[in-house]
């Protein structure tokens, strides 16, 4: 260790296990859902959508935000699920764990709404290889936007915020999980960085007005800033419903460079993703360690708390 867990380890961020990935090639499977009011056709066109992308040679498929239930205030409650009581309490993530034990793959989970005691969350639950939850993820930043004429969505009625950054070493990486509106903090994605996350995946559904502006701008700032892979995935768009999803589906390199991205319509994203680029970005352009840390740090809480 070089410096104390209070600062940002601007200079030596990357333990033995983030490390010995660096070397390693993998397909990702991004899957643009289209989502319905029906859960359990939700599940069930998840379900066939994994099996897809896994037998096109996906190892690690990410989900879109609020992909078993349409995204309204009004749904969240009536569609979330129990996630730590498991089994018929939670289909969505049982379907989840059934598949990735099966075909032997990673899934980031994109989110559903979970409800705990009387909380209600929008959560990300990745699963193993061995069908095990091995990291779960309440947004942190709850979606509050009131722009008069475009579009009002205040997730804080219904929600409660998560108040843990989550970062996890899965059998393809060690990946920071962000929920949608979760990429517009640069900390967190900055917090992820310095833990030696190679991979960012943020499920998300950005919408009509702020989708076209600032979705790809917001994926590029965060992989180039912090030298890494961004992936996203939204909702197919759905004109008739009451949240209309931007869409838009991509993946980006860590020299802020686009790979793969989709429209609107439901699809999945196939894309091979490569760490030793990072490795070959953060030599040529060595920012990390051209940090100036006697002018500014950046506080990892969690990390000091943990201490
Ligand atoms: N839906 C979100 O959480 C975020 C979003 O649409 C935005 O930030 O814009």
Request: with cysteine; aromatic share 8%.
């Amino acid at each position: 260790m070089c410096h104390t867990p209070l600062m940002l380890p601007l200079k030596c961020n990357y333990s033995l296990s983030s490390s010995s990935f660096l070397s390693f090639q993998f397909k990702i499977g991004l899957c643009q859902l289209s989502v319905t009011s029906d859960k359990d056709k939700n599940i069930a066109h998840a379900r066939t959508a994994i099996q897809d992308a896994a037998a096109k040679g996906a190892k690690l498929i990410l989900l879109p935000e609020i992909w078993n239930s349409p995204y309204s205030n009004d749904s969240f409650p009536v569609y979330a699920e129990d996630i730590d009581a498991g089994g018929d309490a939670s289909p969505s993530t049982a379907m989840l764990s059934e598949l990735s034990s099966l075909l032997k793959i990673t899934i980031v989970g994109g989110s559903i709404p979970e409800r705990s005691g009387d909380r209600l969350y929008n959560t990300c639950c990745v699963f193993g290889t061995d069908g095990k939850l091995k990291a779960k993820h309440r947004k942190i930043h709850l979606f509050d936007i009131d722009i008069p004429g475009k579009i009002t969505f205040i997730e804080s009625l219904t929600l409660t915020a998560g108040d843990t950054p989550t970062i996890v070493d899965t059998e393809v990486g060690r990946i920071g999980i962000g929920i949608c509106y979760d990429i517009r903090f640069p900390e967190l994605a900055m917090i992820y960085a310095a833990r030696g996350a190679h991979l960012l995946c943020y499920p998300g559904a950005f919408n009509m007005t702020t989708g076209p502006l600032h979705w790809e701008l917001l994926q590029r700032a965060r992989a180039t800033d912090n030298q890494l892979y961004v992936a996203t995935c939204s909702p197919a768009r759905d004109t008739t419903g009451g949240y209309v999803a931007w869409g838009h589906s991509t993946l980006v390199g860590p020299f802020g460079e686009v790979l793969a991205t989709t429209e609107h319509e439901e699809t999945t994203i196939i894309a091979e993703i490569d760490y030793s680029i990072l490795e070959q970005r953060r030599t040529n352009l060595p920012v990390t360690k051209q940090r100036r840390g006697d002018l500014y740090q950046l506080v990892d809480l969690q990390r000091l708390n943990s201490n």
